[in-house]
């Protein structure tokens, strides 16, 4: 765990510690599940029920669960504020402004279940804010996520009981735009 997650402002290192248990345990669990594929029983494979697709399945969330927890936690420890150079012009181009853009990102995190992702649609070219019930429920296929934020009341419980929104701002006051715009900046170089 980079150090620095211990010292957000507005959420406890106490808050990351327990936060970061359960992403080792998603971590534990993908790797569960994919020694399990290496001997399932692939000759009772079935839509309706079978080993093999509960494994699918559950790799899928677990896997999911992994990438979207280390995208948060590497978009976290920065001073807040706003992005700069591409990031910036980009979230302009996709939603008119900055302010429109942290709006919806803002309700978005009101209004999901799991996740709101900030990503870039290599399809249409824009941002988007999608939001994400579960690691595997709302992901949108050819979409690079940007900047992540986990709404589950794992991430804010410990801090702020069931006030979503005042995590909700104290995570904008330690996003790490360097890292979201390395995210972007990598994206445009392919």
Same mark, same amino acid.
């Given at each position: 765990?980079?150090?620095?997650?211990?010292?957000?402002?507005?959420?406890?290192?106490?808050?990351?510690?327990?936060?970061?248990?359960?992403?080792?345990?998603?971590?534990?669990?993908?790797?569960?599940?994919? =020694?399990? *594929?290496?001997?399932?029983?692939?000759?009772?494979? =079935?839509?309706?029920?079978?080993?093999?697709?509960?494994?699918?399945?559950?790799?899928?969330? &677990?896997?999911?669960?992994?990438?979207?927890?280390?995208?948060? #936690?590497?978009?976290?420890?920065?001073?807040?504020?706003?992005?700069?150079?591409?990031?910036?012009?980009?979230?302009?181009?996709?939603?008119?402004?900055?302010?429109?853009?942290? =709006?919806?990102?803002?309700?978005?995190?009101?209004?999901?279940?799991?996740?709101?992702? *900030?990503?870039?649609?290599?399809?249409?070219?824009?941002?988007?804010?999608?939001? &994400?019930?579960?690691?595997?429920?709302?992901? #949108? $296929?050819?979409?690079?996520?940007? *900047?992540? *934020? @986990? $709404?589950?009341?794992?991430?804010?419980?410990? @801090?702020?009981?069931?006030?979503?929104?005042?995590?909700?701002?104290?995570?904008?006051? =330690?996003?790490?735009?360097?890292?979201?715009?390395?995210? #972007?900046?990598?994206?445009?170089?392919?």
């Amino acid at each position: 765990m980079p150090p620095e997650l211990l010292r957000l402002r507005g959420i406890s290192a106490r808050t990351i510690q327990e936060h970061y248990k359960l992403y080792d345990g998603y971590v534990n669990k993908t790797n569960e599940i994919r =020694n399990r *594929l290496r001997t399932v029983d692939r000759a009772s494979a =079935n839509s309706t029920y079978s080993p093999l697709r509960e494994l699918k399945v559950e790799e899928s969330y &677990a896997t999911n669960g992994v990438k979207l927890h280390e995208l948060y #936690f590497g978009n976290l420890g920065g001073p807040g504020g706003r992005p700069t150079g591409a990031l910036y012009e980009a979230i302009v181009f996709s939603y008119g402004s900055y302010e429109f853009w942290e =709006n919806d990102f803002k309700a978005s995190g009101l209004a999901s279940r799991g996740w709101v992702i *900030l990503s870039y649609d290599q399809d249409d070219g824009f941002l988007h804010n999608y939001s &994400a019930d579960a690691h595997n429920v709302g992901i #949108f $296929v050819r979409t690079q996520p940007i *900047l992540v *934020l @986990d $709404v589950y009341e794992h991430a804010y419980y410990i @801090d702020y009981g069931t006030d979503r929104r005042s995590y909700i701002e104290a995570f904008f006051q =330690n996003i790490n735009w360097a890292a979201a715009g390395a995210r #972007f900046q990598a994206l445009q170089g392919r």
